[in-house]
């Protein structure tokens, strides 16, 4: 009993210590992550943040000084006008009909053999590429006034004239380097459809149009919406394949753009920029429709 009493109570067991060597290693990697992120940030900054900067504060640069001049310039000017209307329209129609197309050949592409899902890939990649002269100097060969696929076409009734030069013309001569690109943006949103979402719809008694209603389509809402941006932004952004198409003869706001820069008679850049900012509030407006309808859609609602 008393050797039980002299026994001094042993301490508590000492909690460990904090992983300082675990929280260091840490800190530095976030440190290295950051480091490597460095020529990202001064990348965007030099090339994407500083020239916007640039062509708004110049947009405002008026002979009278500082004002809004150049853009009541623009709303005021039916040619300009013309020229956003144009934009807007062969931007909308090739971006629409490219990615129906799209919509298809990727579909498509899902469920045939992976040697031809792996040549369309490639040819998708090489032809989205494909723009500028040689585009604009194929399509007249074949869909010019005398073009080889115009006379086919004419001499099977199909028609009766065909302008390349107009704005039918254009919104072909766009849909065709909007439909490569609308299949690589595509391809990969079919894979969040799984068979067996199909399969359970069709035991459960859903028909093909019930599967894409309720959940084809919800799922894809997401991808189509961001596909539907990107086109419209290709389209109106597009200069080169125009501008050696029509030799600058053409309204569209790229070419006003590139007229008010280079131009011998009509040098205006500070109207430049200021339609350049036009271009980017139009780009701006499309984006932020997007995330609204994004965020209703009900897959993004998930």
Known sequence: ????????????????????????????SKWLALLWLLPFATFF??????PL?????????????????????????????????HSLQIAFWSSLFGMLIAIFGSYSL??????????????????????????????IILLGFNGALT????????????????????????????????VLLLYPAFDALRQDWRESAALLGAGAWQ??????????????????????????????TVYYLTTGNFNVMPIRIAGLVAGDISLDPNLASALSMVLVGLMAIITLAH????????????
Do not use: C
């Open 45 to 50: 900054v030099v090339f994407q943040i500083a």
């Open 211 to 240: 599967f894409w209603r309720h959940i084809g389509l919800p799922v894809l809402t997401p991808a189509l919406l961001g596909t539907f941006v990107i086109l419209l932004a290709n389209a109106l952004g597009a200069y080169a």
């Open 151 to 182: 006379i086919l076409l004419k001499q099977a009734g199909i028609i009766e004239d065909f302008n390349l030069y107009s704005k039918t013309g254009l919104i072909v001569l766009y849909t065709y380097f909007q439909i490569p690109l609308g």
């Open 1 to 28: 009993m008393s050797a039980r009493l002299d026994e001094t109570p042993k301490t508590a067991a000492v909690a460990p210590a904090e992983p300082v060597r675990a929280r260091s290693s840490a800190g530095s």
């Open 110 to 139: 899902r469920q045939v053999d992976s040697r031809l899902r792996d040549f369309v890939m490639a040819f998708s990649n090489m032809t989205s590429n494909f723009a500028g002269v040689p585009l604009a100097f194929a399509f």
């Open 53 to 85: 900067v640039w062509i708004a504060i110049n947009s405002l640069n008026t002979p009278e000084g500082w004002g809004l001049a150049h853009f009541q310039k623009i709303f005021s000017s039916r040619f300009y006008l013309q020229s956003i209307k």
């Open 291 to 302: 995330q609204l309808l994004l965020r209703r859609s009900y897959h993004a609602a998930r």
